[in-house]
């Protein structure tokens, strides 16, 4: 232990040693209230900003102002009229007011110094440019001579510790040496406390008032400052987060009209009325072998009538809608980055320029150090080059110590990462294989639940069989997922290490892919079956389908499965919403927190101690929960976007629920990142990144779902094609008589038929079930129909309609609105016209100069050249015939 602390120390005191010569400033803080943690606080001095702002190509504002076009006309009515009408809702924030002018911005340049504002130095870089500042420098900083002390006694053991510590950290800086331990934290420092009276007003306790507080929800966001303050990476998900939330509400409102479409004409539904009609004494077959007996269709009355109120005209075109809702999401969503872009000086900002900060990350510079290694010390084996042990050794040591000369040349093939991407592919096959045998499993409990039900002597448990079963069932399948959903996100995470991404950017990308790959497959797995697979393949009658030859699949309700699959969108959605998304965010920071306060507290000297003074702001950011990315934040708005657009013609109310999960969302995170988080390191971004592509998958996805949905799950197509092709009078009714076959119950196989025939008081001959077969007494007996094919065909025929008027609706609205806003391109272009202009006024201000002091210099040459070199020689303007 003490040679791995002293080693430690040994590169804590080079690298710190490198910052100072990198020009950062050092203050060490050892006597701290927290046991055994020092603190080295960093300043960056004026030059090294200057410096560093060059070289990142940050985008600074410059002395010239510009008036930004304001509308005209009848749109400059309608804008001041909104503006007051939202005037209650807007943060009281300096930076949301709306601005008329703005300053010119262009990358900041030492030469160019003059044509910046300079007059506050203190204030022009802001405390999140100074820290993205630091950090960058903190990254590059390399501790590759670290002063290790070589015993002579300690030998070739140590020598070897020595060279996998070597291994571990040679080239790369802060995020080699935090995750070797030498250092347990590095983080920018919040702006101070956000609560109490004596504090000193900074953004955090503004951002903590107008934003995140419940108090506020009904408010806009204060985008500008929260960009100001943790950078333009975390503003950007909570502008988006914040577009997709106002989206949400004309989706809610249209929604909540087709759920009371539904309500007001469920009384004139007319087969469900049929199904509720007891003069029809319909008699259906068991849903069971043996224990189940006969039924009557009206029980499943309430089914059918709640039914109806998903299950209507109105959510084919709801279906229409939220297509046409995501492309124009999408749109919006584009239009607003642009905008955002523009008034963040991002307009320039290109991948070459965020390549400048891309630094490697020290898990793969350790890979390439290995392979280097190895790969020297077969040259050796091959060269046959004797060598003394000691000297073998040190050679090592010295060839380790130099790992950057070794792997300027040296990078990881494809063949170094066959093992990671093997294993990569057979974990995610096997998670995915393991999803699937959980829904098998809960398939398999609902069949056993519904016989062991069947046998309750009471009536009550008997008619409530579907209810009870399903609901149980979504509740194990909501627990199971939520669970899972934790595993895949650790294993995601675990299969993209062992890839060893070479940089920030593309670890990033590729666990977002696993994670949400895993997710999605976990979140939609048990809806997908229910929407497509169950009652498919029953079977029929005396001929029915069986999972490990005893268990009977399960058949849909008489009105259908939407209803099933509307109480297990319902529930998992809520479900997930309500537990994962908002008591796991609130109650586990909470939880974490109290246990680190109660470690630190019993580590720490005892409060009452007189001489003990009062804890640091960085001391106090200290205990707060490190920052881990917005993986988890975006991935769990993917998954609930999801539930919004691929099942929704299942679940109208869907958007109203996203929406009010937003509303707290959005200040549930704010205020976690403003009290319960470190402040992160600012990082530049143009957009959301791989995000945008998933939302369009997903969008494009949910047409084709929603396609199936209406055409295999729904009684929609069926109903058309009975009333315009089998329909006596042009109505509705008989479509139920319709769709039911009819089975002779001595058809039944041996030991399948139920144990109490007479249960419903009378002896049944004829049994009905759901299905497009020939009856008994037809040549082809329980043969498929021309009916099922007819029904078929307009599926098929339904699904080829909708997806590509759909789609081509949603492409055309994709052509018409255009990605950056009119004013915005204008905007763009005039502050290209007046950065040519300010550098031609400065050329010719510098050719003006320069003409003056030629003309000068003209006027003083003149004399000697007309009266020759000896009158030069006795000129004032030459003392002492100096020439």
């Not at 290209?832 to 002091?853: A, C, I, N, S, Y």
């Amino acid at each position: 232990m003490d040679y791995h602390e002293d080693d430690k120390r040994f590169r804590r005191e080079e690298y710190e040693g490198n910052l100072l010569e990198a020009g950062l400033e050092l203050e060490r803080d050892e006597g701290t209230k927290i046991h055994g943690v020092g603190f080295v606080k960093i300043h960056a001095p004026w030059n090294v900003l200057c410096r560093e702002a060059e070289f990142l190509k940050l985008k600074m504002p410059t002395k010239k102002l510009y008036h930004i076009n304001e509308p005209r006309g009848l749109l400059k009515k309608i804008s001041s009229v909104l503006q007051k009408i939202t005037d209650p809702i807007q943060p009281k924030v300096a930076e949301h007011r709306p601005q008329t002018t703005k300053r010119l911005s262009y990358p900041f340049s030492r030469e160019k110094q003059h044509l910046f504002d300079l007059s506050d130095k203190d204030s022009f870089f802001d405390s999140k440019t100074r820290s993205t500042i630091v950090y960058e420098i903190l990254k590059r900083t390399t501790c590759t001579k670290a002063k290790y002390s070589m015993g002579q006694g300690e030998g070739r053991k140590k020598d070897s510790a020595l060279l996998n510590k070597r291994r571990k950290c040679s080239k790369y800086g802060i995020t080699s040496l935090l995750a070797n331990g030498v250092y347990s934290a590095a983080y920018p420092l919040h702006d101070g406390d956000y609560e109490g009276e004596n504090v000193d007003f900074n953004d955090r306790k503004l951002l903590y008032q107008e934003w995140a507080s419940y108090g506020v929800f009904y408010k806009y966001q204060p985008i500008d400052l929260v960009r100001k303050y943790f950078g333009e990476k975390i503003g950007l998900y909570f502008a988006w987060l914040g577009v997709y939330t106002q989206m949400l509400i004309p989706a809610s409102v249209v929604g909540i009209i087709v759920f009371l479409y539904g309500c007001a004409t469920v009384d004139e539904n007319i087969p469900s009325m049929e199904m509720c009609d007891h003069r029809q004494n319909i008699t259906m077959c068991p849903l069971c072998d043996k224990t189940c007996s006969y039924w009557k269709m009206s029980s499943a009355c309430a089914t059918a009538r709640a039914s109806h109120l998903f299950d209507n005209p109105a959510t084919v075109f709801f279906s229409v809608f939220m297509a046409l809702w995501a492309a124009t999401f999408m749109e919006h969503w584009k239009r607003k980055q642009m905008r955002l872009r523009y008034h963040w000086d991002l307009t320039g900002f290109e991948e070459e320029e965020e390549a400048v900060k891309d630094h490697p990350r020290a898990e793969y510079e350790a890979r390439v150090l290995e392979k280097s290694l190895r790969k020297e010390s077969k040259n050796k084996e091959r060269r046959h080059i004797p060598e003394e042990s000691t000297n073998k050794w040190r050679q090592r040591v010295k060839t380790a110590m130099a790992g950057v000369k070794l792997t300027d040349k040296v990078k990881l093939t494809w063949r170094d990462r066959f093992p990671a991407y093997f294993t990569n592919l057979v974990s995610i096959v096997f998670m995915i294989a393991v999803t699937f045998a959980i829904v098998l499993g809960v398939i398999i409990y609902r069949i056993s639940t519904a016989a062991a039900l069947a046998m309750n002597s009471s009536p009550s448990v008997r008619s409530n069989i579907r209810v009870t079963v399903t609901a149980t069932a979504v509740i194990i399948n909501l627990v199971v997922i939520i669970l899972l959903d934790e595993v895949y996100g650790c294993i995601a995470r675990w299969l993209t290490k062992i890839e060893v991404p070479k940089t920030e950017k593309s670890f990033e990308e590729r666990l977002i892919f696993k994670a949400f790959l895993l997710k999605f497959v976990n979140s939609y797995t048990p809806i997908f079956y229910v929407a497509f697979f169950k009652g498919r393949f029953v079977g029929r009658p005396g001929d029915y389908v069986y999972i490990f030859r005893s268990f009977r699949m399960e058949e849909c309700a008489p009105g259908g499965c939407l209803m099933e699959l509307c109480i297990q969108l319902s529930i998992i959605m809520l479900g997930k919403q309500l537990i994962q998304n908002n008591l796991f965010e609130i109650g586990i920071p909470k939880m974490k927190k109290f246990i680190r306060y109660l470690r630190l507290r019993r580590q720490s000297p005892p409060d009452h101690d007189p001489y003990v003074k009062r804890r640091q702001r960085y001391e106090e950011d200290y205990t707060l929960e490190p920052f881990a990315g917005l993986t988890p934040e975006y991935m769990e708005m993917i998954i609930q976007f999801g539930f919004v657009t691929l099942f929704v013609a299942s679940f109208p109310l869907a958007p109203l629920f996203a929406l009010l999960n937003n509303i707290i969302e959005i200040r549930l995170d704010a205020k976690k990142f403003v009290t319960e988080l470190r402040r992160p390191v600012a990082v530049r971004a143009k957009d959301i990144g791989i995000w945008y592509n998933i939302l369009r998958g997903v969008g494009k996805l949910a047409v084709i779902i929603n396609a199936f949905v209406i055409s295999f799950t729904s009684d929609f197509i069926p109903r058309l094609v009975y009333l315009y092709m089998y329909s006596e009078n042009g109505t509705m009714h008989g479509f139920v008589n319709h769709t039911l076959s009819s089975f002779n119950v001595s058809d039944f196989q041996n030991g399948t038929a139920p144990n109490d025939p007479l249960d419903l008081g009378y002896e049944v001959q004829i049994c009905r079930y759901k299905d497009y077969r020939e009856p008994p007494w037809s040549e082809h007996k329980y043969d498929i129909s021309k009916d099922f094919w007819a029904v078929l065909a307009a599926r098929l025929a339904f699904v080829i309609v909708f997806q590509n008027l759909v789609m081509f609706m949603s492409d055309f609205v994709d052509w018409v609105i255009p990605d950056i806003p009119k004013d915005i391109s204008q905007q763009v272009h005039k502050e290209k016209v007046l950065m040519v202009e300010l550098f031609m006024r400065e050329e010719q201000g510098k050719q003006q100069l320069l003409d003056t002091w030629m003309e000068k210099d003209r006027k003083k040459d003149e004399p000697c050249n007309s009266h020759g070199p000896k009158a030069c020689l006795d000129s004032p303007e030459y003392p002492g015939g100096a020439l």
